[in-house]
């Protein structure tokens, strides 16, 4: 279920899977339509959903974005015994409420941000005084990736709690949680499990600006690789046992079992790694780099997952860096120009692969369909190896009213340099 850069990795990964018999995808898109019979389905019609996976003996349904998740795809999936993918409505509120994640990190132990959970403007204003700016501010519900706002001044925070309140996010702002800010390099951690059983299943780093130098307006990632190295194995261990570990248990004991991919948003502070957000789907683009490593049969793996059968150590993943290179409609992260032309040359001849994130067939031929339009994705032995086959391959782009970053990966090829990234 799902139509973007995510889905057209998940899929071409499922096309793979030797378990597999035929792969629908609901809406798909172009891309994924190579991989998949795409079917129109409104993933919140959950009736329908449910009778198109009866008609057609659906074995597994894996939900792509958190927004039918939260809404509880899973939960009516599994009203009719068909295994799906993703966690129920209840443990989906590990992204769907920050206060509830807070709150059970609280419970847990889990290293994060103090932090207060806030149902007015007023009493969200007084709370300010118990924080120094940059003051972290965010509506509790989802906001399509844009309910946080980091203000640097009180009064700047003061605007934002009345935005907030005042509906800009609609009903995902009638709570606001405010956070201690944190300081050090973000990474994603990503782990799969079955509500019992935890998988490590990789790292990666998202650059979230639009601009170069990780500058300007925030969007969904405008690039992504993995693994991310500065998540080193003793990292990895801590992130296991001191946040992954802790919310599967609590969430099983406190009678919400979360089963899915469970993606942890990460600090890394100079006193370890601590819980900036979960999320309760892949990564988009995170996804795509995860993908182009991923060795095992993708299908098998969340059947085991869906079933509650989740067994084994951990999951085959190349060793090689993959980078991707999100190309976007100029415009993007405002409104993005639809319809321009696309044309994709022998981009992936050598042996790069371009993900449909926003395309659509208009007249025959591939055009732009979304902000996030392409994300051209290679592999190397190095990070530096990695961007420089991923650039190569959106040379052969043809996508005149797109643009793109041309330094995705840039704090680690400075590392491999034997340089310090400067921000
Ligand atoms: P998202 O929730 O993905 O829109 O991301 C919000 C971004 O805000 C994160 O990726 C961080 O860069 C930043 N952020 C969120 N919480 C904190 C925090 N407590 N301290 C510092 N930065 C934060
Ligand atoms: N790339 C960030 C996200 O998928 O939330």
């Given at each position: 279920?799902?139509?973007?850069?995510?889905?057209?990795?998940?899929?071409?990964?499922?096309?793979?899977?030797?378990?597999?018999?035929?792969?629908?995808?609901?809406?798909g898109?172009?891309?994924?339509?190579?991989?998949?019979?795409?079917?129109?389905?409104?993933?919140?019609?959950?009736?329908?959903?449910?009778s198109?996976?009866?008609?057609?003996?659906?074995?597994?349904?894996?939900?792509?974005?958190?927004?039918?998740?939260?809404?509880?795809?899973a939960?009516?999936?599994?009203?009719?015994?068909?295994?799906?993918?993703?966690?129920?409505?209840?443990?989906?509120q590990?992204?769907?409420?920050?206060?509830?994640?807070?709150?059970?990190?609280?419970?847990?132990?889990?290293?994060?941000?103090?932090?207060?959970?806030?149902?007015?403007?007023?009493?969200?204003?007084?709370?300010?005084?118990?924080?120094?700016?940059?003051?972290?501010?965010?509506?509790?519900?989802?906001?399509?990736?844009?309910?946080?706002?980091?203000?640097?001044?009180?009064?700047?925070?003061?605007?934002?709690?009345?935005?907030?309140?005042?509906?800009?996010?609609?009903?995902?702002?009638?709570?606001?949680?405010?956070?201690?800010?944190?300081?050090?390099?973000?990474?994603?951690?990503?782990?799969?499990?079955?509500?019992?059983?935890?998988?490590?299943?990789?790292?990666?780093?998202?650059?979230?600006?639009?601009?170069?130098?990780?500058?300007?307006?925030?969007?969904?990632?405008?690039?992504?690789?993995s693994?991310?190295?500065?998540?080193?194995?003793?990292?990895?261990?801590?992130?296991?046992d001191?946040?992954?570990r802790?919310?599967?248990?609590?969430?099983?004991?406190?009678?919400?079992?979360?089963?899915?991919?469970?993606?942890?948003?990460?600090?890394?502070?100079?006193?370890?790694?601590?819980?900036?957000?979960?999320?309760?789907?892949?990564?988009?683009?995170?996804?795509?780099?995860?993908?182009?490593?991923?060795?095992?049969?993708?299908?098998?793996?969340?059947?085991?997952?869906?079933?509650?059968e989740?067994?084994?150590?951990?999951?085959?993943?190349?060793?090689?860096?993959?980078?991707?290179?999100?190309?976007?409609?100029?415009?993007?992260?405002?409104?993005?120009?639809?319809?321009?032309?696309?044309?994709?040359?022998?981009?992936?001849?050598?042996?790069?692969?371009?993900?449909?994130?926003?395309?659509?067939i208009?007249?025959?031929?591939?055009?732009?369909?979304?902000?996030?339009?392409?994300?051209?994705?290679?592999?190397g032995?190095?990070?530096?190896?990695?961007?420089?086959?991923?650039?190569?391959?959106?040379?052969?782009?043809?996508?005149?009213?797109?643009?793109?970053?041309?330094?995705?990966?840039?704090?680690?090829?400075?590392?491999?340099?034997?340089?310090?990234?400067?921000?």
């Amino acid at each position: 279920m799902g139509s973007g850069g995510r889905e057209h990795a998940l899929a071409w990964k499922l096309a793979q899977s030797p378990s597999l018999g035929k792969l629908f995808a609901a809406p798909g898109n172009p891309g994924i339509a190579e991989e998949a019979e795409c079917v129109s389905l409104d993933a919140s019609d959950h009736g329908a959903v449910v009778s198109f996976c009866r008609s057609h003996e659906i074995a597994l349904v894996v939900i792509g974005p958190e927004a039918p998740l939260v809404d509880g795809l899973a939960d009516s999936l599994a009203a009719a015994d068909i295994p799906a993918f993703g966690p129920s409505k209840a443990a989906a509120q590990l992204e769907g409420s920050k206060g509830f994640t807070k709150d059970l990190c609280a419970r847990a132990e889990i290293p994060t941000g103090g932090y207060v959970r806030t149902h007015s403007r007023d009493e969200a204003v007084a709370a300010l005084d118990g924080f120094s700016a940059p003051f972290v501010l965010k509506a509790d519900g989802l906001a399509a990736g844009k309910g946080v706002v980091i203000s640097p001044t009180r009064e700047h925070a003061e605007a934002t709690l009345s935005d907030m309140f005042g509906g800009q996010f609609g009903s995902a702002g009638a709570q606001v949680v405010i956070e201690e800010f944190l300081e050090g390099e973000e990474a994603s951690f990503f782990a799969i499990t079955d509500g019992t059983h935890v998988i490590p299943l990789g790292t990666a780093q998202d650059h979230k600006q639009v601009g170069e130098g990780d500058k300007g307006a925030n969007t969904g990632g405008m690039g992504a690789y993995s693994p991310a190295p500065v998540l080193t194995e003793a990292l990895q261990q801590r992130v296991m046992d001191e946040i992954i570990r802790p919310t599967v248990d609590t969430m099983r004991s406190e009678g919400m079992p979360y089963s899915g991919v469970l993606y942890a948003g990460l600090m890394l502070t100079a006193t370890g790694p601590q819980l900036i957000e979960y999320n309760c789907r892949f990564g988009d683009p995170e996804c795509q780099v995860l993908m182009m490593r991923y060795q095992g049969d993708l299908a098998a793996m969340m059947l085991a997952c869906a079933k509650g059968e989740l067994e084994g150590a951990g999951a085959a993943f190349a060793q090689e860096t993959a980078l991707t290179v999100v190309m976007a409609a100029k415009g993007y992260p405002g409104t993005p120009q639809k319809g321009g032309a696309i044309a994709l040359g022998d981009a992936e001849a050598n042996g790069a692969k371009v993900f449909h994130a926003g395309t659509a067939i208009k007249d025959g031929s591939l055009v732009a369909n979304g902000g996030r339009v392409l994300n051209v994705t290679a592999t190397g032995a190095s990070v530096t190896e990695a961007q420089k086959a991923a650039y190569d391959a959106v040379a052969k782009v043809d996508f005149a009213s797109g643009f793109y970053r041309s330094d995705i990966g840039w704090k680690e090829v400075a590392r491999e340099k034997g340089d310090t990234p400067q921000n």
